[in-house]
């Protein structure tokens, strides 16, 4: 579903380039869950942004559903995310001036989906992670763990192929990570959504399939559990 | 720069000293119509010797032009006055040369203004040099006086003693109203009683002459003070202001300091904001509450002090202009306590105003919530905010909405066809004696030529002169007033007026000259005659002739008067009183038709220069003030719209700040750049849609209540309301998307960027 071929990502600063990816290959198939982990600084979140298509690579290869990104225009590349990537973020980023279900509501405005079916869809998503009594509630009157299962909900709406998550649990605590955790077990296995999550924690990584470790842009080991 | 235009508009005369007790005498002649301040000659004398108790000076003042004479250099002098000997001791001018009370007291002597005496003798004494006046009167210099201030209603360049005229015939003559009088009433002196006793001395002197001239004139004391901002009749050609503009200037800088206080509030909360680490620190520190405000406030007056001396230094750059824009030179008087008075003032209360809010804002933060930075500004605070921006967005529409109508105005009275016509036509003013005794060979001389189509002498051209008389109709039984002009037989021709019954003058018939006159369609309407039955029918001029004239012919109403004025009734009769003459060139060139006339006029008045206007031009000169009021209006206008726009540049920009992360999240959630575009431009234009819909009735009030000057208005279309609302939001829209697109086209990867 996923291939990177060679991609490389510096910056130049003076003389010298400061590369934050560098060289780096890797292919993910459908129905995956990866954990990405590696201290800071070495490329995770980058790398998760050019997957997402948020980021471009400086050089490289990039193919998603048989597509080849990194010829692609920007129009038809954001027309590729909107349709197959969901993302979550670790600090929520929900958007504050509108309610729980005005957020979750939100992608599919932007993918042109008439009001009564947006409606039809939002009700499943809030009925299925059981936050129907929450959903006229502002995001600053939800606790941590449920703003991030309102940041799940948003990012499953558009029904994606691919779900990317960009340190989850971060802000959450151990038992709230957990249940966001087991969440996306549930996605993955379930709906068979592809996750690439970038974590710190251990624990959380082993969730996944295959542990990939980064270390100064390239990949130094894969573990598949 | 108003402040200034706005002190001298109100400090006009009041820099005589006796101003207080200085009366002019104004004349009423028809109860509906405003007085006129022309009275004759004997006036004046007859007023001190009448109520010697309580007038205790009388003077009379005569304005006119004349040819002055020095050696081989000829001028022709506007500003004339012709006045009795005690003119200086009663006004306040300034003598510079010369005893106050002596001075004129030579019949044969006349004082110049610094700047007249200067143009005749350069920098030597002009006291005791003689001048020639019309090539007859030899006057000698004695005195020199300060220029005339901007701010004083009597204007002139020189001063010469009536004593020279009392002596004639035509100035013994109580009817022959041509000049000012103005009295000095004793202290402690009623002018409302003395005005009461004014009706017994009409009977006594003009009795007789009111009588037969089934008139009825009445007097009136009107005070100095109060003379410049009289309604100004045509008829009264020494300086007026009109209060109106006057406090639509004030009302205009009003609402532009408004709008720059606000923005600078909105700004300076805004930047709370940024500043909030700042106040957080300061708080932390020990700053109490009450030295944070005196610091922010302190900011603001040093800020407006910094731009008061910025506009100070821009107002002397711009004084030039600003003086071509008002039609007069104004003076700063940098000594004066008031102007310092005022900029302090300013600098205070705008400092204050604008200062406040912040202030007050910004201290109340609690330290732990400004030092994290993560400052909400309340709801209440938007909605604060917002509404700022709804007032200032409502001026800005209301001054376009005004300007739009003021331009429509003016262009609606600019292409109105006015009945006659206009183009290639001169009009030569018969002002000096030897023109005026001319005039008929200059008319020959013009009429022979084959660049000439006709050549009228008139009392008054179209925007002119028309003296108001009585008449007696035929099947009236009261007097009936009308307008009158007396021109000869190419009138009609000249102007190129429509006869709707009847004919023409004609030379043809020999008793036209003393027998016949022409009336307009308003005339013979009033008269409750049609055109047709209006021909044939007998009317006697009371104030000129003694035989009845018969009504030859009705011409088709035209505007003679300003478009201000509703059309009046008017009576042409082929009389003498010259006072212009109308020269209707063929078409082609108009240079060699001038030239023509230029040579007729040379031949006709060889020491004079030739004036001339074109008749088209006329326009310009009636509807100065409007003209004027629709440029200050327009720069004005401009101004506060471009300030308003500054501020909403500087909210868009901060919202924009502020939304950053929003708009990082709808980006990634797959929203394109124009969908951001929308929903932020949309959020900021939401308060001008407010402000127009407010703007837009308060325009319209305001716009017909300034079209009832006029007695023909131009419809006010709806589109003009739509053009102004269009206008705002192109401007709005401009200065709001400028911020949006940034913030639109903002890699989300960097706004989301895990802090």
């Known amino acids: 579903m996923l291939s990177l071929q060679h991609i490389s990502k510096y910056y130049q600063t003076g003389g010298n380039k400061t590369f934050v990816l560098n060289d780096l290959s890797l292919d993910i198939d459908q129905g995956e869950f990866v954990s990405i982990m590696g201290p800071s600084g070495s490329g995770k979140s980058t790398l998760l942004n050019i997957i997402g298509m948020l980021d471009e690579p400086t050089s490289g290869y990039h193919y998603f559903m048989d597509q080849p990104v990194h010829q692609l225009k920007e129009k038809q590349r954001s027309a590729l995310y909107k349709q197959y990537i969901g993302f979550v973020f670790q600090a929520y980023h929900l958007i504050d001036e509108l309610t729980v279900l005005e957020n979750i509501e939100t992608p599919l405005i932007y993918q042109n989906i008439k009001g009564a079916e947006r409606k039809a869809l939002v009700a499943d998503m809030l009925d299925r992670f059981n936050i129907v009594g929450k959903k006229d509630l502002f995001p600053a009157q939800l606790s941590g763990g449920q703003q991030q299962l309102v940041g799940i909900a948003r990012a499953l709406i558009g029904k994606p192929k691919l779900l990317l998550a960009d340190e989850p649990t971060g802000n959450l605590n151990s038992k709230q990570g957990e249940e966001i955790m087991e969440l996306f077990k549930k996605i993955n296995k379930e709906d068979g959504v592809t996750i690439i999550q970038v974590t710190h924690s251990e624990k959380n990584a082993e969730y996944g399939s295959r542990i990939i470790n980064l270390l100064d842009g390239r990949i130094e080991s894969t573990t598949t559990l | ?755």
């Open chain 2, 1 to 755: 720069m108003i402040f200034l235009y706005i002190t001298n508009e109100f400090s006009v005369d009041s820099f005589h000293q006796k101003g207080k007790n200085i009366y002019r005498v104004m004349r009423g002649y028809d109860a509906t119509k405003a007085r006129v301040p022309y009275l004759s000659g004997p006036y004046g004398p007859a007023l001190l010797n009448d109520y010697p108790k309580d007038i205790k000076k009388a003077v009379r003042v005569m304005p006119t032009q004349a040819l002055i004479t020095l050696g081989n250099n000829s001028f022709n002098e506007k500003n004339v006055y012709a006045v009795d000997p005690s003119f200086f001791e009663l006004f306040s001018f300034g003598l510079i040369k010369g005893n106050v009370s002596s001075v004129l007291k030579d019949p044969h002597s006349i004082v110049l203004t610094e700047t007249t005496a200067k143009k005749y003798f350069g920098s030597t004494d002009p006291v005791g040099k003689v001048i020639e006046m019309d090539k007859s009167l030899q006057l000698k210099v004695t005195g020199v006086v300060r220029d005339v201030p901007s701010n004083s209603h009597l204007n002139f360049t020189m001063v010469m003693p009536i004593t020279n005229y009392t002596n004639e015939e035509w100035f013994t003559k109580w009817r022959n109203n041509n000049e000012f009088v103005y009295v000095e009433l004793n202290e402690g002196v009623n002018p409302a009683q003395l005005e009461k006793q004014f009706p017994t001395f009409m009977d006594k002197y003009m009795g007789k002459d009111l009588a037969q001239m089934h008139a009825h004139f009445d007097l009136a004391l009107t005070p100095l003070k109060d003379i410049y901002f009289e309604e100004s009749s045509s008829f009264d050609n020494v300086k007026h202001g009109d209060k109106k503009v006057v406090y639509i200037f004030l009302s205009i800088a009003v609402l532009i300091l408004v709008i720059a206080c606000i923005n600078f509030m909105n700004l300076a909360t805004l930047r709370a904001v940024e500043r909030s680490k700042e106040v957080g620190l300061r708080k932390v520190l020990g700053a109490m509450r009450n030295s944070l405000i005196g610091q922010f406030i302190g900011e603001s007056v040093l800020l407006t002090l910094i731009a008061c001396v910025f506009a100070i230094a821009l107002l002397l750059l711009i004084m030039p202009w600003y003086n071509g824009l008002l039609g007069y030179s104004l003076a700063i008087s940098w000594n004066s306590p008031a102007i310092y008075l005022f900029l302090l003032g300013v600098i205070l209360f705008v400092g204050f105003l604008a200062g406040s809010y912040p202030a007050f804002f910004l201290s109340s933060f609690t330290p732990i919530q400004a030092l994290k930075g993560k400052l909400q500004l309340g709801k209440g605070g938007a909605f604060f905010r917002q509404a700022l921006v709804v007032v200032q967005f409502s001026i800005s529409v209301f001054l376009i909405i005004s300007t739009i109508m003021i331009k429509k105005q003016m262009s609606f009275v600019k292409s109105k066809d006015l009945g006659y016509s206009k183009e290639q036509t001169i009009v030569v003013p018969i002002n000096n004696g030897d023109i005026y005794n001319n005039r008929i060979s200059f008319k020959n001389e013009l009429m022979a030529h084959s660049n000439v189509e006709s050549v009228a002498m008139m009392s008054g051209e179209p925007g002119g002169y028309y003296d108001r008389h009585s008449f007696e109709v035929e099947g009236q039984h009261e007097t009936y007033n009308a307008r009158t002009e007396f021109a000869d037989f190419e009138y009609v021709k000249t102007l190129g007026l429509k006869i709707v019954a009847g004919r023409d003058f004609s030379p043809k018939f020999a008793t036209d000259t003393t027998g016949s006159v022409l009336i307009n369609e308003t005339a013979a309407q009033q008269l409750g005659f049609t055109p047709a039955q209006a021909v044939g029918k007998w009317i006697i001029d009371n104030m000129r002739d003694s035989n009845r004239r018969h009504i030859v012919g009705v011409v088709k109403d035209f505007n003679f008067l300003s478009l201000k004025e509703n059309m009046d009734a008017l009576v042409i009769s082929p009389a003498e009183d010259s006072r212009v003459a109308v020269i209707k060139l063929k078409p082609g060139n108009v240079t060699a038709g001038l030239n023509i006339i230029k040579q007729a006029y040379t031949k006709a008045a060889p020491a004079y220069p030739m004036e001339y206007t074109f008749l088209d031009q006329k326009f310009d000169t009636t509807y100065k003030a409007d003209l004027r009021q629709q440029t200050i209006l327009s720069v004005f206008s401009g101004l506060a719209i471009f300030i308003a726009c500054l501020g909403l540049f500087g909210l868009a920009s901060f919202t924009a700040g502020k939304r950053t992360k929003e708009i990082g999240v709808r980006k990634v959630l797959g929203s394109s750049v124009q969908n951001i575009l929308i929903l932020l431009s949309g959020d900021m234009l939401k308060p001008v849609l407010v402000a127009t819909v407010i703007a837009i009735p308060l325009g319209y009030y305001s716009a017909d209540k300034w079209l009832q000057n006029f007695a023909y208005r131009t419809p006010m279309h709806w589109w003009v309301f739509g053009l102004a609302a269009i206008i705002t939001f192109g401007i709005a829209i401009f200065t709001v998307s400028f911020q949006s697109l940034k913030a639109a086209l903002a890699n989300p990867v960097k706004s989301l960027r895990s802090e």
